[in-house]
């Protein structure tokens, strides 16, 4: 590993070489003033980062020791409440504010639709996301469960009636005619600046004019037709040589939504990047987004293909002007937290840097492409995600860190925007004064059940045994924790400024399940949630078409805002009475998870993929799923509900299903050959036998020590 030294840093050659040679180059940036300024701030921030981390650690000790001291005691809600103000855990909530961003793509501020999360380490899932901006709603509904019915890859005429039956229902909700369902329509045409929709010998036409917005080729034959509800678009398009084109009445022969709106590019717990070589695939990937040249090579069914970022759209407006629509998501950067360093760059004291700093510096540099071609940003603004923050302090120290990122790469200052993950108790009770300390860069607010109950279990570690993990859903807390975040969000006046996100849908085969479930999140007023495929973002659009999220936020602004005291209702059984059949099979389905997850994270760099679990469904996970079941099974032990040597029974009859699951991948390695040598194996272990003492529970200082172990034995 060769290191360059420079301005007191010691920095692998490879990121250096990645820095001064294709990032810095057609910017404004000089690589010599660039590296002293980087140096300066990293050593001036970086004793502070250290400092908040130690709080986390000195506030959950005392938290501890309180419920160890009060363990005889019914949990009495105010005794708790006023100890946990008396050591600065809950900050005295101030006067009421509104933010103050301004500078926001309309991606965030005024139009409500799904949103994807990609590992920004795979090049090909990466240009995927971003352009699922648009997607054929045929395809969607043809290849999923949403549509009843056998999903097959070949043509089936009948199945594709089907589809068609399916989206003219759908038109007919969210576009409706004044007079005809659409299934009565023979053909399109355009009279005037009116969408004119004949049948048989009549003409209807949409009862909201307003709704048609363009077209493409002639107004007597239109090649398609762009349509617009809820501030999403629709193109249908028209072609009667097609195979469905000729089995459909009025010749169309495909509707695309406006799908990801957004896209969350992901540094965080979706990627397994441990040292330089991982951190700059990373970086090169964001910069050639950020240029709008990155491409992906691969073969797909014995073809060759290459895969880039996706063009605007173009139409002829209703009265004959030029309509350019973006072609893309609107990308947003999810930077690594405050906890982690990273040995990229070792400073004056010999210690590594912290990896978030790091991170906001180059995924910022890189932007700064974006701000001259505009293939992201129209605004001339870099989106950054910050996750695992507790409290306003360390959201203070964000803040800090991104005007000096501003400072020292000369641009305006809150050009680089904010989204705080609510996924730590810390933040969430008060969320207020969080969004306080950003009030004007914030433009994203989340909930996220994994995370969260993560972060809940190993705060109230010492209160007693948990609840079963699906008991957590329905627990006061989780549902209280949901409300209080929109409530938050829309008091502090996100409505029309910035996303108020909901969580991921794990299953990306049960497309149905998500279509009957999904569509709460809008109701409940946010205006964006994850998704996990592009497939499931055209699908979950729906939701949008039939929900006007703005309408409901106006509705839910009225209401009372949830209650502290049920949030900070701890989710322990207080006389657990479970069978040991019962308690088995929640660790089996715990450990199935863990290891399913963590032996391609630490065999393979997989960050995020689709793990089978203990039935076969398979489930989108990433280090969040690591954190919440490693925690309940530690919890379990330390409260003795099982012990080390059932746990780890069971965790070897697991590695032996997981194991046999993956038995299709030529690179796979299998655990249960030998669990003593297996490095995978023993960090499923870990996360679990040293689950009580990392840090907020958190995964990534086990997993990344086990993926550097992993790769100096390669």
């Not at 690589?31 to 502070?48: A, C, G, Q, Y």
């Amino acid at each position: 590993m060769e290191m360059i030294e420079k301005n007191g840093l010691k920095i692998n050659s490879t990121l250096f070489d990645f820095v001064n040679n294709e990032a810095i180059p057609n910017t404004k940036i000089n690589s010599n003033l660039f590296w002293s300024k980087f140096s300066n701030i990293v050593h001036e921030l970086t004793p502070i980062n250290k400092t908040l981390i130690e709080k986390r650690e000195i506030i959950q000790k005392k938290i501890d020791d309180w419920h160890k001291s009060n363990k005889e005691n019914d949990l009495i809600k105010t005794d708790y409440t006023n100890f946990l103000k008396s050591i600065g855990y809950i900050v005295e909530e101030e006067n009421n504010f509104k933010i103050e961003t301004d500078g926001v793509d309309e991606e965030i501020s005024s139009i409500a639709g799904p949103q994807l999360v990609v590992p920004v380490d795979n090049a090909r899932y990466a240009l995927n996301a971003a352009n699922s901006r648009w997607g054929s709603l045929y395809d969607a509904l043809y290849g999923t469960d949403v549509v009843p019915g056998k999903v097959s890859k070949e043509w089936d005429k009948n199945r594709a009636l089907k589809v068609i039956s399916f989206v003219r229902e759908f038109l007919d909700e969210s576009f409706p005619l004044s007079k005809i369902k659409w299934k009565d329509v023979s053909k399109i045409q355009i009279e005037g600046e009116k969408l004119v929709l004949i049948y048989g010998s009549n003409k209807d036409f949409l009862k909201n004019h307003n709704q048609f917005i363009g077209f493409n080729g002639n107004r007597n034959n239109p090649e398609s037709i762009l349509i617009k509800n809820n501030n999403l678009h629709i193109d249908i398009l028209i072609d009667s040589s097609t195979p469905v084109g000729k089995i459909d009445k009025a010749s169309i022969t495909d509707i695309i939504v406006e799908s990801a709106l957004s896209t969350i590019v992901d540094n965080e717990d979706s990627v397994a990047a441990v040292d330089a070589e991982d951190k700059v695939k990373c970086y090169r990937n964001w910069l050639g987004l950020m240029k709008g040249n990155l491409t992906s090579n691969f073969t797909k069914n014995g073809k060759k293909i290459t895969r880039k970022l996706n063009p605007d759209r173009s139409y002829f407006s209703k009265d004959g002007k030029k309509i350019n629509l973006h072609g893309r998501a609107l990308l947003l950067n999810r930077n690594v937290g405050h906890l982690m360093t990273n040995p990229s760059i070792i400073l004056k004291d010999g210690s590594e840097i912290p990896e978030g700093i790091m991170d906001a510096f180059i995924s910022t540099l890189c932007a700064l492409h974006d701000f001259e071609n505009k293939k992201n940003s129209r605004k001339s603004s870099v989106y950054i995600v910050k996750p695992k923050m507790h409290g306003p302090e360390e959201v203070a120290f964000t803040n800090t860190l991104f005007e000096k990122v501003e400072e020292a790469l000369e641009i305006p200052r809150y050009s680089i925007k904010v989204g705080i993950m609510d996924e730590e108790r810390r933040t969430t009770v008060n969320l207020k004064e969080c969004i306080r300390k950003v009030k004007n860069r914030i433009v994203f607010i989340n909930t996220g059940f994994l995370d969260r109950t993560g972060d809940e279990m190993h705060t109230s570690f010492e209160a007693g045994p948990m609840i079963f993990k699906g008991e957590m859903k329905k627990s006061k807390w989780l549902n209280t924790y949901e409300d209080w975040n929109i409530d938050i969000g829309l008091s502090c006046g996100f409505s029309g400024k910035a996303q108020i996100g909901k969580g991921m849908w794990a299953m990306p085969d049960q497309m149905s399940k998500m279509m009957d479930q999904k569509i709460n999140h809008p109701k409940s007023g946010a205006n964006c949630a994850w998704v996990p495929s592009p497939t499931a973002a055209t699908l979950h659009s729906l939701h949008y078409h039939k929900i006007n999220v703005f309408e409901e936020q106006n509705k839910i602004k009225s209401r009372s805002r949830a209650k502290l005291e049920n949030i900070l209702e701890i989710p322990k059984a207080d006389r657990p009475n479970w069978s040991t059949e019962d308690i088995n099979r929640e660790i089996e389905n715990n450990a199935q998870g863990i290891l399913g997850y963590v032996v391609r994270w630490v065999d393979q760099g997989v960050g995020c993929s689709k793990v089978p679990d203990i039935n076969n469904i398979g489930l989108m996970e990433d280090r969040a799923t690591l954190r919440i079941s490693s925690q309940h099974i530690a919890n379990w032990l330390h409260h003795g509900v099982c012990n080390k040597e059932q746990v780890i029974k069971i965790l070897k009859k697991m590695a032996k299903i997981v194991d046999q699951q993956n038995k299709n991948d030529p690179n796979y390695k299998q655990m249960s050959d030998n669990f003593d040598k297996s490095i995978a194996f023993s960090a499923a272990c870990d996360l679990i036998f040293k689950g009580r003492v990392q840090p907020s529970g958190y995964t990534e200082p086990l997993l990344h020590q086990k993926r550097l172990e992993k790769k100096s034995n390669s």
